[in-house]
């Protein structure tokens, strides 16, 4: 069974904090691990990809993986009000060449308190 | 510009009818996917499709039906065999073959049955 869990929250953060967002997954197969953002009625938008261990910048998003725990989380540093949305831990579980399915999450609803 | 759309964005069916969700792509990816989401939930995978005239059955594909004559198009039809039709539907594309498959998401139709 493939399987990606994340804490439903919601996660309250204060304005300019940092906000730390945690993902676990099943499979050890696992090659490629997004994070979307999903503002309340909208599609999911990709903000952040990571492929290797260890820790991926960009600007005020910061993504970990560690594989051997199966782990992947996202910082978000100086939080805004504007980082309010659901965040989905995405993780492609294929074993092979192509493009399969991504495994999803429910969801992370973070909160950022002005 | 360059982007995912799916049309209507909003769709109400009767009981018993089928209905078909448009999606096309100027993003001339290869790779095209439909996942369903339900509220609080994350996404599931209908079908996806890699290649023109080539399509798989994702985790929940019963009751759905899809083609892919076009490399821009990728039309679901909601049949009347699917139990529970009522969510947020979403498709997705993404350029296969690199090993990393980010996915890009169109804004996403809300099917209800009435």
């Known amino acids: 069974q493939k399987e990606v869990e994340q804490n439903s929250g919601p996660l309250s953060v204060p304005e300019g904090a940092i906000a730390s967002l945690n993902c676990t997954y099943s499979d050890r197969v696992s090659q490629s691990f997004f994070w979307y953002r999903q503002y309340s009625g909208k599609s999911p938008e990709l903000i952040m990809s990571i492929y290797s261990n260890g820790d991926k910048e960009d600007g005020r998003f910061t993504a970990q993986l560690n594989k051997a725990s199966q782990y992947v989380s996202l910082l978000i540093r100086d939080s805004q009000p504007s980082d309010s949305a659901t965040y989905l831990c995405a993780v492609n579980m294929y074993s092979g060449g192509g493009a399969d399915g991504l495994t999803f999450g429910k969801g992370t609803h973070l909160i950022i308190q002005p | ?114």
């Open chain 2, 1 to 114: 510009d360059g982007g995912i759309t799916q049309s209507p964005k909003y769709l109400f069916r009767k009981e018993g009818q089928n209905v078909t969700l448009s999606c096309e792509q100027n993003l001339n990816h290869d790779a095209m996917y439909w996942y369903r989401q339900d509220p609080g939930q994350g996404l599931r995978l209908i079908y996806y499709s890699q290649i023109v005239n080539d399509f798989q059955k994702g985790d929940i594909a019963e009751g759905y039906s899809v083609s892919r004559e076009k490399k821009e198009s990728f039309p679901l039809t909601v049949t009347s065999a699917q139990k529970n039709p009522t969510a947020f539907y979403l498709c997705a594309s993404s350029i296969p073959g690199l090993g990393y498959n980010e996915q890009f998401f169109g804004p996403g139709t809300r099917l209800t049955v009435l």
